[in-house]
């Protein structure tokens, strides 16, 4: 179980329940030409998911110090498990995702997308290393890199069957997944900017910048007020554009994600204790978990 909760196996299980229901809830039913069998899908979940573990081990590496204030009694690193562990197990997940990876690209004849698993890997451990304390730039490095586990499966699963005769089928799809990807951006951004909230003080003795640190605690939460409204605005003005002829998805997002975002606004508007941010930042994860599970309901009202 420890070595279960180094790799953040509910985060992983998520990332594996998104890109299962872009293939088998998105493309499957919609009938768009597809590159990959269940085999070469299973192959780039468990890249995917290899790559991110790897992320989330050499992460905790690098925090022990700053973990130890935040959040003392989820320490693996030192207490559980050894770095020199840790750190052997950073590099055979890496090894493994990108020799998958490399595999992969070569049988759907496009050699060059390894090349995403090495970039994956290296920000990844840039982010842990150096990015993750500058202002905004971690924030928002980890957020495109959520994003990109969606887009990934339509570049190997879409990309390459895309024909002179069926681009606009498949360019249509496609861009609902890049829909998908900015809207897990943009969730993602806002609770790692709630996670600096929480994490202020051990982001203080280790020597940390984050936009919690550069702006306080006030200004920041503030931020995450005007971005949630950003975010309700965003998702109306979507609504209206695109789901406004199908029924179910337009409740669906009235009820299960504008609704929601706009509680999460209201709770951030007066949040200033730990316990309140703690409570924003977990139920992001609720909204975000929701907008994904939209996503099979689509292939019922898609035109």
């Known amino acids: ?24 809830g998105l493309f499957f ?51 559980k498990i050894s770095e020199r562990t840790a750190n052997r197990l950073f590099i055979i997940l890496n090894v493994i995702g990108v020799a998958i990876g490399f595999y992969l690209s070569n049988s759907i004849g496009k050699s060059g997308f390894a090349a995403l698993f090495i970039v994956f890997s290296a920000l990844l451990y840039l982010y842990a290393s150096y990015l993750k304390g500058m202002v905004l730039i971690g924030n928002l490095l980890i957020s495109f890199l959520v994003a990109m586990s969606l887009i990934i499966v339509a570049l190997f699963d879409l990309l390459p069957a895309i024909t002179e005769q069926n681009q606009t089928a498949q360019s249509a799809v ?3 997944v890049l829909h998908y990807s900015l809207f897990a951006f943009l969730i993602n951004l806002i609770r790692e900017i709630v996670k600096d909230l929480q994490d202020i003080n051990g982001d203080k ?48 997002f009235l009820f299960a994600i504008v609704a929601p975002l706009m509680y999460f606004c209201i709770k951030a508007w007066s949040a200033k204790t730990l316990k309140e941010y ?26």
């Open 1 to 24: 179980m420890n070595y279960l909760n180094l790799i953040r196996y509910q985060n992983l299980l998520f990332i594996a329940l998104v890109q299962v229901f872009i293939k088998y």
């Open 29 to 79: 039913p919609i009938t768009v030409e597809t590159t990959l069998n269940t085999f070469h899908f299973t192959l780039l979940v468990i890249a995917t998911l290899c790559i991110a573990a790897a992320g989330n081990i050499i992460n905790d590496i690098y925090d022990v110090e700053i973990d130890k204030i935040n959040t003392p009694s989820k320490v693996l690193i030192g207490k």
């Open 174 to 176: 496609f861009k609902i």
């Open 205 to 252: 003795n280790g020597g940390m910048n984050t936009l919690a640190i550069a702006l306080g605690r006030k200004r920041t939460i503030m931020i995450v007020f005007f971005m949630g409204v950003f975010m309700v605005l965003g998702v109306v003005l979507y609504m209206y554009q695109y789901l406004y002829n199908h029924q179910v998805l337009l409740l669906y």
């Open 278 to 303: 703690t409570f924003l930042s977990n139920f992001l994860k609720i909204i975000m978990f929701l907008g994904i599970c939209s996503i099979p309901l689509f292939s019922f009202t898609i035109s």
